[in-house]
Structure formats: C-alpha cells, structure tokens
Nanobody, 121 residues
C-alpha cells in the first residue's frame, strides 16, 4: 500500500516561510511526477507546483518566485519551500505522486491527507 503523509504546515505571519515535506512509503518500483496542490475554503483544489522525475518544474503563476518544489529521489520525498507567504496562500496543501503499478501496468495517482497552512497576522 502506497502512503503519502504531509508535514510542515502551520500558522505563519505574512512574509514568513514554511517548508512542507511529503515522503512516499510502501512498495513500488518507481515514482514519476510529484506535486503539491492546495484547496482554500470555498474554492476548488488547484495545482501549486509539480516536478518530474528528471527535475523539471512548473508553478502556478501566483507562487512563481516565492515557492520552490524539490524532490529527493533516494528518500522518495517531495518538498515545497514557501517564502514571502501571503494571506491568500492560506489553504490545505496536498501532495501527489504518480506511482507505477506493476499489476495494473499503469501509473496511479496517490494523495496525502493534507496539511493546513494559515497565513495571518
């Protein structure tokens, strides 16, 4: 069973920083793309940032220059460094991983349970 568990969320003042982590555990041969999504109250879940196996990244415009996604393939972990946080960054942040399923011969999406980020003075 593949599991993702986010950590690192919390309450931070505007302009502050947080670093989210999400290790992937279980039995699997390979992880492809990993990403971070967020969902604010009353809004749909949106993509924040993704990173491919090769290290290519993509960000939603609202976080470019402030957030950095990275991954440690040896630890099967994805990170999100969030700097210059704004109140509009307040949301539940979810990590996602595309994992190869040998039995299905297909990539499967797995999600964490989410970690709350609150940016407020």
């Amino acid at each position: 069973q593949v599991q993702l568990v986010e950590s690192g969320g919390g309450l931070v003042q505007p302009g502050g920083s947080l670093r989210l982590s999400c290790p992937v555990s279980g039995s699997f041969p390979m992880i492809n793309t990993m990403g971070w999504y967020r969902q604010a109250p009353g809004k749909q879940r949106e993509l924040v940032a993704i990173i491919t196996l090769g290290g290519s990244t993509n960000y939603v415009d609202s976080v470019k220059g402030r957030f950095t996604i990275s991954r440690d393939n040896a630890k099967y972990t994805v990170y999100l460094q969030m700097n210059s946080l704004k109140p509009e960054d307040t949301a539940v942040y979810y990590c996602n991983a595309e994992v190869w399923s040998p039995s299905e011969r297909a990539w499967r999406d797995y999600w964490g349970q989410g970690t709350q980020v609150i940016v407020s003075s």
